[in-house]
């Protein structure tokens, strides 16, 4: 889907579809000369959010798609207004993936969203239509039909502020293309030496990004005993990738994003039960979501400098597997004391956020569907959050509520810490019993990273809809807080 800005009269538009809201749709149907055939459908439809009516037409524009309503409360405050615009966008956004027209255009000044202002509301928009027409079809032989609309534009006389959330909105929209295909990949396809070659791909042809993997050799001279404890079990080798991105002057630290990379997680020894073991597969989602971030960053050319660092392993039981009571050496120097292999998340994690001293980074963030416990505190609807600096925890959590990506932020208590005390090691990799269990995970990790402002996500609950498909997310929020540390 390419998308457009586009400027002049509504009534005049060159397209086949014209989207409005319900208020605008009277004065435009009289312009166009077309104010029987449109009274009509407005007397005979209800008008609220989400509602959208289909009215056809003689001609170009053939179709106009008329949206949400007259608001009952007059004086809804900003937020009922940000929430309506919401479900509006996500009503047409589905209408418009159902079309049988291949152009189609949405009058955004027409639309009332209160204190969202037009670049909010083309990027809303257009997150709704990538949503509603993301398919996954490569193993399908009869492929679903895909959207027939090609060109989705968005007329607005703010001409700069359109430009501008069409461009993230396209920049967006590939990088989320890139994170859910790779989450919906099965797992005996994208294992790490894939991620590899496609972090590679991602930067072919890219003057001011590089690709860089290091293998199990190159990690094990670097002392990730951590890391590599995962990978004992599997045949299939692990890899961690580094993808540099240089938007930013020379001298501007970079954000690194680090992002859990499991292609697939058995439980290791500590083996799963098979309920729902499937689901394993989107275990690499923090990884996903990252190289998302570089795709979306570098196709934005946003002005920043970026690290992502995907930690790539597949956690499997076998005869060379790592046992529960193993002890290991960390990239850090600390050791570890295995107490449960499907604590293998962290593992991996904490060496890759040692490495990341060396970026001498303005902030991490890790991304990583971590733990069940996350799921158990807060569903689907927001991801965790967990920060040791404040500003970085508010700077990313208002850039998900922009995004329509929420997360919620998290205590990481020195109360905590101590359940991750270990009779014979530094720490060992799990909590006494199943309480706080997301806490604990971040607690853990956060021995690692006292160098740097640093936040973690458990993307555990937001990342896929089991039996369904990868979200991409947190990407959206994720994106909105580099354009946010750019300017
Ligand atoms: N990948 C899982 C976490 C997970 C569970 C993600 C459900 C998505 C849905 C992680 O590696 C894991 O197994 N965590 C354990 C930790 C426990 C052993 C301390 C868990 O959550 O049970
Ligand atoms: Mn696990
Ligand atoms: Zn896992």
């Keep these: 889907m390419r998308y457009a800005s586009r400027t002049g009269n509504a009534a005049s538009a060159a397209t086949d579809c014209l989207v409005v809201p319900r208020a605008a749709a009277p004065g435009l149907a009289a312009a166009m000369g077309v104010a029987d055939e449109v009274g009509l459908v407005l007397e005979g439809t209800r008008g609220k959010a989400g509602a959208v009516a289909k009215v056809f037409l003689k001609g170009r524009p053939s179709r106009l798609l008329i949206v949400g309503g007259e608001r009952t409360d007059a004086d809804a405050d900003a937020d009922a207004k940000l929430a309506d615009f919401r479900r509006d966008a996500k009503a047409a956004a589905t209408a418009i993936a159902a079309l049988d027209v291949a152009d189609a255009t949405i009058c955004v000044d027409d639309f009332d969203a209160g204190s969202g202002n037009t670049y909010w509301k083309t990027r809303t928009a257009l997150a709704a239509v990538s949503h509603a027409t993301y398919r996954f079809t490569p193993y399908k032989s009869d492929k679903p039909k895909a959207a027939e609309l090609r060109r989705l534009g968005?007329?607005?006389?703010?001409?700069?502020?359109?430009?501008?959330?069409?461009?993230?909105?396209?920049?967006?929209?590939?990088?989320?293309?890139?994170?859910k295909d790779l989450g919906n990949q099965p797992p005996n396809v994208c294992n790490p030496t894939f991620l590899a070659r496609e972090a590679r791909r991602l930067t072919r042809g890219v003057d001011n990004a590089t690709t860089t993997v290091l293998d199990e050799r190159k990690m094990s001279e670097l002392g990730m005993g951590a890391f590599l404890a995962v990978t004992h079990g599997t045949a299939t080798p692990a890899k961690m990738i580094i993808v540099n991105y240089r938007g930013g002057s020379p001298g501007d630290q970079p954000v690194v994003l680090v992002g859990k990379g499991i292609t697939f997680d058995t439980g290791g020894i500590n083996i799963k039960a098979s309920a729902g073991m499937d689901e394993m597969k989107w275990d690499m989602c923090g990884a996903a979501s990252v190289l998302g971030a570089a795709k979306a960053a570098i196709s934005a050319q946003l002005p920043i400098n970026l690290i992502v660092m995907a930690a790539a392993a597949e956690n499997m039981p076998g005869g060379r597997a790592s046992r529960p009571s193993d002890i290991v050496t960390t990239m850090s120097g600390q050791t570890v004391e295995i107490m449960n292999t499907d604590a293998e998340g962290r593992l991996v994690l904490c060496d890759a956020l040692t490495y990341a001293l060396r970026f001498k980074p303005a902030a991490v963030v890790d991304i990583a569907t971590l733990t069940g416990a996350q799921v158990v505190a807060l569903g689907s609807h927001a991801s965790a959050l967990y920060a040791n600096d404040d500003s970085l925890a508010d700077a990313l959590s208002s850039a998900g509520d922009t995004a329509g990506d929420r997360m919620w932020r998290m205590p990481l208590w020195d109360d905590y810490q101590s359940a991750l005390d270990s009779a014979f090691a530094d720490l060992k990799n799990v909590g006494s019993g199943r309480a706080a269990g997301s806490?604990?995970?971040?607690?853990?990790?956060?021995?690692?990273?006292?160098?740097?402002?640093?936040?973690?996500?458990?993307?555990?609950g937001s990342a896929y809809v089991g039996g369904k498909g990868s979200t991409g997310r947190p990407l959206p929020a994720l994106f909105e807080y580099l354009i946010g540390a750019a300017s």
Excluded: M, N
Aim: net charge positive.
């Design 439 to 460: 806490i604990t995970a971040a607690c853990f990790l956060s021995r690692f990273t006292k160098d740097y402002p640093w936040a973690h996500l458990d993307i555990a």
């Design 154 to 179: 968005v007329l607005s006389r703010q001409r700069t502020q359109t430009r501008r959330a069409v461009d993230h909105a396209q920049a967006l929209d590939e990088g989320l293309a890139l994170a």
